[in-house]
């Protein structure tokens, strides 16, 4: 007998949602996956938390790209995250365009979606989403919160809301805040789209996508996971599928095209009011400051175990980032490892093949057995 | 009995003017500036190459803005760039709008703007245009070039390109090449430009320009132009004329005020056509490139005298480039100075209050009497 709850491709309505900026979601949907199978005791959950444009489709086919998941080469049976061993979760933030509630979906009041009636959301408001969606699936206690990017401040926002329920905690390349830099970035991404005609106020479901501002968008922010070495490392000036430069407007440099492509890859994929909805959570996002301006407190008295791992070359989320976390977890007496790895690839380089990443890993996760 | 030649808010019309890209510039114009008095065998001439967004209004009030010149507090009377003893001349780069040559321009041919018919030029087509212009002023041989950012690749290329009519190059927060990161940030901005209806593919100047466009183009850019410490410490996450925050769009956070406003004002003095030529001109630079992929090459044989500064925080032209260029200029047998400056403020610091920039702009022209 299976349990229609468990599986690939699920679609959970919960319940109302009260949210950090005061209003409430009525009956929020989290669309979602599982892969492995979960204990009878219910010990061996972990949630996989996603970054910014990511999905639930950790390791399945994406409906909208026909590529494999984004994080197939981390879980899976004998991978990392164990899929013979651990059951995964993982589900679409609100506010994002797989299936969780967000500017697209229909708003009650009116049976038309939402777009800018949609709420202002936080990453504690994802956070709690998951937590109505692990309560569905019968989860008390996750084995582990995982997540990098956007999906490592879940974790810690995991970590720091429901202390009980988070045994493990796993964040990668992120921050528990966003700087003043990284603000900058979005605003760019959001007036890019805001200033598409097409955008229409957010009005733009029945009619054209604001598709030219949300590439450029992307563009801006691209340029951000990557990391100055690697591009010059990938690109460098080197012409694309020419001899000589034209003296003119076409992408001549290969960066050039490469970002043309990025942008416009996108708008096939994502809705550019959830990148207004997620960019803005992502900018309010300041955990000490939801513990009266003191990061430690955020973890006080926790027994969770936390891991932190950046990468030398992110200039999106520094090093330093980790390691100002690691002195608030020390401050608050929470056991704590951290590691930066070397990598080229800037920030996106928890998202790629690294063989020291996989063994910090499995070897983080095993020891929670 | 005065030389109208030489003053505030003058133009020249020069000769015919043959362009990398194989083009040619019917009757160059050249909007310009002097300040001082040219010395009677014209030996004390110092140019002044301004950087993309710039123009020749290096110490005098700029027309549109109503705002104290670029570099008024390095030029003039007593100050850094003294123009007691020198005589400064500043001209706006062809592909500009203040004056020069540019797309806004009338084509001869049409009898109406260029538009994007004017010719894609390269840094070292504006320098020709600036030789044409001190041979209109009698000027034979520069007592130095001096220019930060795009102004110092002007540096460099005159030096490269009229060895014998430079005895001095200062080079400020610059670079011999445009990285693929700076060339993806370029084309960030064009796409914006290019992504706004309004731009009707540069056919604009009977109407409405596109204003949203060009600004997210200056957004993108100015956090470029800025360090990720000195945007913590002037703005972190500080809130706008608000205490809290109020979860919608509004510019919550200063610093998203700051690169709005950033971005608007932009559009009242700039074209935004001469942004898609200027930017282009500086992703085509690669002084190595015109020299056999050597970047000594370009300097071999010079009795030129270089000075390159850097600052420490630059992360749009750091201190490893100029470190490159003084390493071709050793190799070259130049001779050459290079000092690294501590500054909070990134790549803008060329422009700001830096005694120590005072003290080594000084010194080293002082040393060329």
């Known amino acids: 007998m299976t349990d229609a709850r468990f599986g690939l491709d699920r679609t959970a309505t919960l319940g ?3 949210l950090d900026g ?3 979601l009525a009956a929020v949907e989290v669309a979602y996956e599982t892969y492995g199978t979960l204990a009878p005791d219910a010990s061996n959950a972990i949630l996989i938390c996603h970054a910014l444009t990511g999905d639930q489709h950790v390791a399945s086919t994406h409906p909208r790209t026909g590529k494999p998941g984004w994080w197939a080469r981390m879980v899976g049976p004998g991978k990392p995250i164990d899929t013979d061993r651990w059951c995964v979760v993982a589900s679409n933030v609100i506010g994002s365009c797989l299936g969780s509630s967000g500017p697209a979906s229909g708003d009650p009041a009116t049976g038309r979606p939402y777009a800018m009636a949609f709420p202002v959301i936080t990453i504690r408001d994802m956070v709690r989403a998951q937590a109505m969606l692990l309560d569905h699936l019968g989860i008390g206690t996750l084995a582990a919160v995982v ?3 956007m999906g490592g401040m879940q974790a810690l926002s995991w970590a720091a809301t429901f202390p009980d329920r988070v045994r493990a905690c796993v964040t990668l390349a992120s921050a528990a805040r966003h700087s003043a830099q990284n603000i900058a970035f979005h605003e760019v991404g959001r007036q890019a789209i805001m200033a598409d005609p097409n955008w229409a106020n957010g009005n733009y479901y029945d009619g054209a996508a604001p598709t030219a501002g949300l590439a450029v968008a992307r563009m801006a922010a691209h340029i951000t996971y990557l990391s100055e070495a690697g591009l010059t490392a990938k690109f460098g000036r080197k012409l694309q599928a020419r001899d000589t430069k034209t003296f003119g407007f076409d992408a001549d440099f290969q960066v050039e095209s490469y970002l043309r492509h990025q942008g416009l890859a996108f708008t096939d994929r994502f809705d550019a009011n959830s990148y207004l909805y997620i960019t803005r959570a992502l900018d309010y996002f300041d955990l000490a400051e939801e513990h009266g301006g003191h990061l430690a407190r955020a973890f006080a008295g926790s027994r969770t175990r936390f891991c932190l791992v950046s990468f030398d070359t992110d200039w999106l989320y520094p ?7 690691v002195h608030a977890l020390n401050a608050a007496g929470a056991p704590a490892s951290f590691v930066e790895l070397k990598s080229p690839f800037g920030h996106d380089a928890f ?3 690294s063989p020291e990443l996989d063994r910090v890993m499995a070897g983080f996760l095993g020891a929670a057995a």
């Open 147 to 149: 997540g990098g990017s």
């Open 351 to 353: 998202l790629l093949d």
């Open 16 to 18: 109302a949602l009260a």
């Open 319 to 325: 090093t330093s980032e980790s390691r100002g976390i």
């Open 22 to 24: 005061g209003g409430t």
